[in-house]
């Protein structure tokens, strides 16, 4: 596709249960970054990846949060023992150079809902 | 914590005003860019400005930029009912590896 592609893009979990939010960015772009977002707020950064490595991860909460990258384009962002407070939209966005040379392109997101 | 500040969070206007939003940060940055967003919706690029420009134009959109005051504001002229949506300012902290948004204006406007 000619866009950034999440999937999925709602999903209604458990609390304590495992969850797994996939990212397909523009092909080309070397960058990516995860984002959450809070209903009435900003994007939170949580994690960039330049190519396989992620070059800063100190937006990610705690050590349930985890992303892998691990071919330079699909993202994964896993969640462990999910809580109600992760409750958000998680966005994913990509960029041909990095957030210094130029423009993000965001997906639609992904919401997350723990009951 | 969030680098932008945007003010006001709210604005509401006739369709055809001009409206206006501004934007504070607290450290030296290499550029600034905001963002729009429409309800349940991605975000959406709409202009960077570098640190060394004043002034950027693109369509009905005027950016400014202060380094000294460390602020921007965003123009949105002669307004349609389809610019209602939130907008976000987002800056790079000077040496840091991410962009951190701000908590965002939501303009509406009003038919």
């Known amino acids: 596709g000619a866009g950034v592609s999440q999937t999925p893009s709602n999903k209604v979990t458990e609390k304590g249960k495992y969850v797994e939010l996939r990212c397909d960015p523009i092909s080309g772009h070397t960058a990516l970054y995860w984002y959450r977002q809070s209903l009435g707020q900003g994007p939170e950064f949580l994690i960039y990846f330049q190519g396989t490595g992620a070059a800063d991860d100190s937006g990610l909460p705690n050590d349930r949060f985890f992303a892998v990258r691990p071919e330079g384009s699909v993202s994964t962002l896993k969640i462990q023992r999910t809580e109600r407070g992760d409750s958000a939209v998680y966005l994913c966005a990509s960029s041909r150079g990095t957030h210094l040379t130029g423009e993000l392109f965001f997906g639609e997101g992904s919401r997350l809902t723990v009951l | 914590s969030q680098q932008g500040e945007e003010d006001p969070q709210a604005l509401s206007i006739q369709e055809g005003e001009n409206a206006t939003m501004n934007c504070s940060y607290k450290t030296s940055i290499n550029n600034l860019q905001w963002y729009r967003q429409n309800s349940g919706r991605g975000l959406v690029h709409l202009i960077l400005i570098r640190s060394n420009e004043r002034e950027k134009h693109s369509g009905r959109l005027r950016v400014t930029l202060d380094t000294s005051k460390k602020s921007s504001s965003l123009l949105i002229t002669a307004s349609r009912a389809a610019d209602t949506a939130s907008y976000f300012c987002?800056?790079?902290?000077?040496?840091?590896?991410?962009?951190?948004f701000g908590q965002g204006t939501r303009l509406t406007i009003n038919p």
């Open positions: 987002a800056t790079d902290a000077w040496g840091a590896q991410k962009l951190v």
